[in-house]
């Protein structure tokens, strides 16, 4: 149990390099407390499953420093770490049977007979895994595989934290939700640090207290569930988080006013002048704007489309050629094709070079 | 009724199969099948004798020693050359330039002919002007593989695992290749030692290349024929006559067809059966207790 500390950590696949674009993972720092439950979210590719063969000690980092509370485990091989890994695909021992698969951990790092048997049958129960216990691996379900991955994971109860890349990829839907929750129920009882990769952003959120987002080997944001949703501090955070995700307009900035393809709206802070070259866009959720008869108060657009997605609806508006997306109550009717959009001020933000920028109340 | 009619145009589409499997297999080996049968004095005359030849040839001495030669060699090839073959594997690079740098100086004996390695060894090995022969004699050592059996045993199963230990290696190599590396990973993970990845990821992974590299290795180690005939001729003695010699002698030789036929066909069946039982047991291997519970 212990604190995980990243320190100015950057690795590059092919060796140190004075060039940034060949970092698979760019320089970070980033603390993870002892007994968090977090989410790395990222689209493929973005560093994610580096990050945590990092800290598990798979690969050795370009650079920097890889702390478990203040000791430097930098160089630290993987197997003396005492960190548990999961991964994408089951990866069973295929001679073996559930029950020495399961064990296979405890047995490498010399417990008992009698300490292994009652933890590896707890767990196969716990796992709906009891019914195989003494059959061999390889004659099971990916699903019953990947879950036996999944008890070597979890059966040993003192380690520094457990690491889950993508593991639910191959079990379906149903199943998914179960393990979820049950993985939930793990991390209350017994307080293991646990990171949980993923590109599925129901996934992290529902599982993390606090979501670390990357991109293109960057960390673009961290932060609470809420946090992400309410103030992404990237427009990457605002287009990946959500269904759909932000609205993401161009825009002229003057003070607390912000001009979008011609038209005006008030914001609720005032924001200094940006300089020419910057990019200054507004970024509304869907969900915080809505729409009015034409005519009213508002920006004119013209309605595209509307989906019915069962719990509300979504259009698609036009304002001149940009489209916007707009959450409506179920009931919500529009008549015609023309309508005026509103904009909820308390929750628009304004982001400069894709990066949030906080504004100044009046 | 159109049913029927496509059915009897579907005859002709396995005809040329027919043909090719016929002119290939059925009728050389009922050649054979009907020499076997018979015994002949010339002439083209044929005597029907049964099952006499094989009678013969299930009490003759000969046979008895040419066969348990014959387990004995491919007994000792197995041994030698699957381990050493899977150790091979095992030290192979997994990447950079050394791959194909080994696997180039792996696979360059498979492509030498049979006589050609035969010639090679049949000269390395000689006393007088052979590299290896010479040297063992200047040492001290009593090394002449037409005058020792042992010597010449020993030859003959140092060229075989010098010729053949590649085609194991790079099976077991394919094989190793194949595994991904999130098993590495996880063994590392479960603290797992070297002894337990072997043990339980990569032999598990390479069962069916090995299956293929023993099926191979013996079925060619039992049919060998020209590299013996080369070096040794089946001497000293009759120390190195493995059945294929003993087959030719017995056929070309002495010109005994009907004894020679029915050598052949019970060799053919002991390979046939061998391989099946070979096959069956590595299949089964992983099986094993597999229902012990549930």
């Not at chain 1, 990050?51 to 203040?70: A, E, M, W, Y």
């Not at chain 1, 646990?194 to 952003?201: A, G, L, R, S």
């Not at chain 2, 049979?114 to 000269?123: A, S």
């Amino acid at each position: 149990m212990a604190n995980i500390t990243l320190k100015e950590i950057a690795h590059s696949y092919t060796g140190y390099s004075d060039n940034p674009d060949d970092y698979a993972l760019k320089k970070l720092n980033l603390t993870w407390r002892d007994g968090g439950a977090y989410a790395l979210l990222g689209p493929s590719g973005c560093g994610k499953t580096t990050l945590l063969n990092i800290i598990s000690g798979l690969l050795t980092p370009t650079s920097g420093q890889v702390l478990f509370n203040d000791e430097d485990v930098t160089h630290l091989p993987t197997e003396k770490r005492n960190i548990a890994q999961i991964f994408q695909f089951p990866v069973i021992y295929d001679t073996m049977t559930v029950f020495q698969n399961l064990a296979f951990p405890l047995k490498n790092r010399g417990r008992t007979k009698t300490e292994i048997e009652p933890r590896v049958i707890q767990l196969a129960n716990m796992l709906g895994l009891e019914k195989d216990l003494y059959t061999k691996a390889q004659h099971l379900t990916a699903d019953a595989k990947q879950k036996i991955s999944l008890g070597r994971g979890l059966i040993r109860q003192s380690v520094n934290a457990i690491l889950f890349d993508e593991p639910l990829t191959v079990i379906d839907p149903q199943l998914k939700w179960e393990l979820r929750s049950q993985l939930k129920y793990l991390h209350k009882q017994f307080g293991f640090t646990m990171i949980y990769v993923t590109h599925d952003q129901t996934e992290a959120l529902t599982f993390a207290d606090e979501v670390i987002v990357m991109y293109e080997g960057e960390i673009v944001q961290v932060g609470t569930p809420e946090a992400l949703f309410e103030r992404p501090a990237h427009t990457f955070v605002g287009y990946f988080i959500g269904s759909p995700g932000m609205n993401i307009a161009p825009c002229e900035l003057h003070g607390n006013r912000a001009v979008i393809e011609g038209h005006e709206i008030t914001l609720d802070c005032s924001y200094r002048e940006q300089p020419a070259s910057a990019k200054v866009e507004v970024g509304i959720r869907p969900e915080y704007l809505s729409l009015a008869g034409p005519g009213q108060a508002g920006l004119p657009v013209k309605i595209v489309k509307v989906d019915d997605i069962g719990r509300h609806k979504i259009a698609r508006v036009a304002l001149n050629s940009r489209e916007f997306h707009v959450v409506m109550p179920e009931l919500a009717s529009m008549t015609g094709d023309q309508a005026s959009l509103i904009f909820d001020t308390a929750h628009t933000n304004i982001y400069v070079n894709d990066h949030l920028i906080a504004g100044e109340q009046p | 009724m159109i049913a029927k009619q496509t059915n009897q145009k579907a005859w002709f589409m396995v005809l040329p199969v027919f043909l090719v499997v016929a002119f290939s297999a059925v009728i050389p080996l009922m050649t054979v099948v009907n020499y076997s049968f018979q015994d002949t004095f010339g002439n083209n005359q044929f005597f029907w004798v049964g099952i006499d030849w094989f009678k013969d040839l299930m009490h003759s001495e000969r046979f008895h020693d040419a066969f348990l030669r014959q387990l004995l060699f491919s007994g000792i090839i197995l041994m030698i050359e699957v381990p050493l073959g899977i150790f091979i594997a095992l030290a192979m690079p997994k990447k950079g330039w050394g791959v194909p740098v080994c696997l180039i100086s792996m696979a360059l004996p498979l492509l030498i002919p049979w006589n050609v390695v035969g010639t090679i060894w049949q000269i390395f090995g000689r006393v007088d002007i052979g590299l290896l022969g010479h040297s063992l004699a200047s040492l001290g050592f009593d090394y002449n593989y037409t005058q020792e059996p042992i010597a010449a045993w020993i030859t003959i199963i140092v060229m075989d695992v010098w010729h053949w230990t590649s085609l194991v290696v790079l099976l077991a190599y394919a094989g190793l290749c194949s595994i991904p590396d999130a098993y590495y990973q996880a063994a590392k993970i479960d603290g797992a030692s070297r002894l337990s990845v072997f043990r339980y990821i990569q032999l598990p992974k390479m069962q069916r290349v090995l299956l293929i590299a023993i099926l191979l290795r013996f079925m060619d180690s039992f049919m060998i024929y020209t590299e013996p005939f080369v070096i040794t001729g089946g001497g000293p003695g009759n120390s190195t006559t493995f059945m294929s010699i003993d087959l030719v002698k017995m056929a070309i030789g002495q010109f005994d067809l009907g004894p020679a036929a029915a050598m052949s066909l019970v060799y053919f069946l002991v390979i046939l059966l061998l391989s099946w039982v070979f096959y069956t047991v590595m299949s089964n291997i992983g099986e094993e207790s597999s229902n012990g519970g549930a």
